[in-house]
């Protein structure tokens, strides 16, 4: 993945989470506080994990996560609908993100 297509990602995520942004060079936090706060990356492969568990996985009824046999991280989310939706990816932070692209794109249709 390339960086514009990791930063695209990243983006459409934060506006999942509730961020707004303000500008181009900070995103401003959800309500009720709207406090500038620093940008989360979703896709960082060190960080990115406990930020997906902190904006993104509360959004949803269930979670689940793990790795197959293959050594691939697999996740799965279930929406508000009961829907379920899930990826792979050789890091788990990505799976998650994945996973949410999903149901984010599938809300869309």
């Known amino acids: 993945m390339t ?3 990791r930063k695209k990602l990243n983006d ?11 500008g ?3 995103v401003v936090g959800p309500a009720p506080s709207h406090k500038v706060i620093p ?7 060190e ?6 568990f ?14 197959n046999s293959n050594g691939k991280h697999g996740a799965i989310v279930q929406a508000e609908n009961y829907r379920y939706f ?7 932070n990505m799976a998650i993100c994945l996973a ?5 794109d599938a809300k869309a249709d």
Request: proline fraction near 7%; include cysteine.
């Open 3 to 5: 960086d514009k297509e």
């Open 12 to 22: 459409k995520l934060l506006e999942f989470a509730g961020f707004r942004k303000d």
């Open 24 to 26: 181009e060079f900070r």
């Open 39 to 45: 940008t989360p990356d979703f896709t960082d492969p």
């Open 47 to 52: 960080l990115g994990i406990a930020h997906c």
């Open 54 to 67: 902190k904006w993104l996985v509360p959004k949803f009824r269930y979670y689940g996560i793990g790795t």
């Open 86 to 92: 899930n990826a792979q990816s050789d890091m788990p």
């Open 100 to 104: 949410v692209i999903e149901a984010i």
